[in-house]
T-cell receptor, first 109, second 117 residues
Framework: TQLLEQSPQFLSIQEGENLTVYCNSS?????LQWYRQEPGEGPVLLVT?????EVKKLKRLTFQFGDARKDSSLHITAAQPGDTGLYLC?????????FGPGTRLSVLP | EAGVVQSPRYKIIEKKQPVAFWCNPI?????LYWYRQNLGQGPELLIR????????DSQLPKDRFSAERLKGVDSTLKIQPAELGDSAVYLC???????????????FGPGTRLTVT
C-alpha cells in the first residue's frame, strides 16, 4: 500500500514569511501533484511534477520532486493571507492516486 | 471549459435515510473518481471508474454504498441507509487516462457536504 505523509500538519505564520512544507513516501511515484483546497471547495491543482529532481515555479511557489521520486517539497516565498488553505500532495502510480493528509496553512495579516 | 459539476452542494438527512450524489465530469475525461473527505483530512478514494467500468471499488462500503456510471459519463453515488459516521464531504474528480494506464492530473468538483443527524 502506497502512503504519503505530509509535514507539518499545521502551520501558522505572519504575512511576508517564507515556509516549506513536505510530502514524503517510501514508494516511488510516476508523478506527484500539489493541490490547494479552501473551505467549502474541492482541491484545485497547483502543479504536477514528473521527473526526479524537477523544480517548478509558480509565482511565489516553488515545487521540487525528489531525485528518487519518493518525496516533494513546496516552498512559499513572502506568504500572503490569500495563501491560506489546505495543501495536499497526491502521488500518481499506475491507475491510482494516493493523497496525503494535508498541511493546513494559515497566513496572518 | 466547464469543470467537474456536482450536486447537491449540501445535504442534511436523518440517519437511516437514503441519499444520492450526482457528478458530471469534464468532457472527454474517461476516468471518474469518488472520494470521501473527513474534516481536516485528505480525500480517500471510494471508487474509480474507467469509462463505465468500476476498476477499483476496494474502499467502497458495499453494504450501504453503491455507485453507477451510465454510458461512461455522469455518475451517481448512493448511500442507503445513511449512518452518522457518513457525515463528510463527497468529492468527484475526473481525469484522462492514456493507453499506458497513467494519469498525471485529476480535476475536482466542489463536493457535496453531507450531514447525517
Amino acid at each position: 500500500t502506497q502512503l504519503l505523509e505530509q509535514s507539518p500538519q499545521f502551520l501558522s505564520i505572519q504575512e511576508g514569511e517564507n515556509l516549506t512544507v513536505y510530502c514524503n513516501s517510501s514508494s516511488v511515484f510516476s508523478s506527484l501533484q500539489w493541490y490547494r483546497q479552501e473551505p467549502g471547495e474541492g482541491p484545485v491543482l497547483l502543479v504536477t511534477v514528473v521527473t526526479g529532481g524537477e523544480v517548478k515555479k509558480l509565482k511565489r511557489l516553488t515545487f521540487q520532486f525528489g531525485d528518487a521520486r519518493k518525496d516533494s517539497s513546496l516552498h512559499i516565498t513572502a506568504a500572503q493571507p490569500g495563501d491560506t488553505g489546505l495543501y495536499l500532495c497526491a502521488g500518481s502510480g499506475r491507475q491510482n492516486f494516493v493523497f496525503g493528509p494535508g498541511t493546513r496553512l494559515s497566513v496572518l495579516p | 471549459e466547464a469543470g467537474v459539476v456536482q450536486s447537491p452542494r449540501y445535504k442534511i438527512i436523518e440517519k437511516k435515510q437514503p441519499v444520492a450524489f450526482w457528478c458530471n465530469p469534464i468532457s472527454g475525461h474517461n476516468t471518474l473518481y469518488w472520494y470521501r473527505q473527513n474534516l481536516g483530512q485528505g480525500p480517500e478514494l471510494l471508487i474509480r471508474y474507467e469509462n463505465e467500468e468500476a476498476v477499483d471499488d476496494s474502499q467502497l462500503p458495499k453494504d450501504r454504498f453503491s455507485a453507477e456510471r451510465l454510458k461512461g459519463v455522469d455518475s451517481t453515488l448512493k448511500i442507503q441507509p445513511a449512518e452518522l459516521g457518513d457525515s463528510a464531504v463527497y468529492l468527484c474528480a475526473s481525469s484522462l487516462v492514456g493507453p499506458s494506464g497513467y494519469s498525471y492530473e485529476q480535476y475536482f468538483g466542489p463536493g457535496t457536504r453531507l450531514t447525517v443527524t
